[in-house]
């Protein structure tokens, strides 16, 4: 709450200092001054008519001092030309009266029958015009592009590519004298193994060689058996003899 009054209170004062440089100052018949007229109080109610007062204005009564002075007062005093109680008075010339509230404001001249010749003003007091100055407007920042590799000027020949050598494999350092030469390990290779989608390596038929047969009999195998056989003929032969 107590932020929002001072809120209030900044936006009131700010109005109020920006009524104040645009205030305007209202000089009462201007270079004629405040004087007693001959024609009634028709020669100043002319002259309000064609005055735009607003509440901060200034209203200046130019008159010798000690021959004139001026008092604001009621309606009714201004109707009665009764200056007796007046809401303020001044007796010094050049007065000057600031305007501080809206609505009817009445003077009169408290000098002894001057009112009643005529010397006596009404006028209407509107609120002061608020002027709102719009803010500025708000410019966006443009941020600039990341610089890149500036374009090669015309003429300028492109920059040589320098290949990337890549120094050889250090090769294992010869045994020195004495040291026994290192065991050969034999090196078996594992079956590939087939990946996805590989298809199976063809079975080769293993072709068998034809067996070997029992070796032929020997010629002296045969004339053995055949001895045999000539022997047992000849015992049979003898036996159905006997």
């Not at 010798?64 to 010094?92: F, I, R, W």
Request: some cysteine; charged content about 5%; hydrophobic content about 35%.
């Amino acid at each position: 709450m107590g932020s929002h009054m001072g809120v209030i209170g900044c936006l009131l004062a700010a109005a109020a200092l920006l009524h104040s440089a645009t205030a305007a100052t209202h000089v009462v018949l201007g270079n004629s001054g405040w004087f007693l007229p001959t024609n009634g109080d028709g020669t100043y109610s002319t002259w309000a008519a064609g005055q735009d007062f607003r509440v901060g204005d200034t209203l200046v009564f130019d008159f010798p001092t000690g021959l004139h002075a001026v008092a604001e007062v009621t309606k009714a005093g201004y109707d009665s030309c009764n200056g007796a109680s007046p809401l303020s008075s001044q007796t010094t010339g050049p007065a000057s009266i600031t305007l501080a509230t809206s609505g009817e404001h009445y003077y009169i001249c408290t000098v002894d029958g001057h009112c009643l010749s005529g010397m006596k003003l009404a006028i209407t007091v509107k609120t002061a015009p608020v002027t709102v100055t719009p803010p500025a407007p708000t410019i966006p920042t443009v941020s600039s592009p990341a610089s890149g590799p500036s374009p090669p000027r015309p003429g300028t020949p492109p920059t040589p590519l320098i290949p990337r050598v890549s120094s050889p494999a250090s090769a294992p350092s010869p045994p020195g004298p004495g040291t026994p030469p290192a065991p050969l390990i034999p090196i078996v290779s594992s079956p590939a193994t087939p990946g996805p989608g590989t298809p199976p390596a063809p079975l080769t038929p293993r072709v068998s060689s034809p067996s070997i047969g029992p070796s032929p009999p020997s010629s002296a195998s045969s004339s053995i058996t055949i001895g045999g056989i000539i022997s047992a003929l000849l015992s049979t032969a003898i036996a159905f003899l006997y």
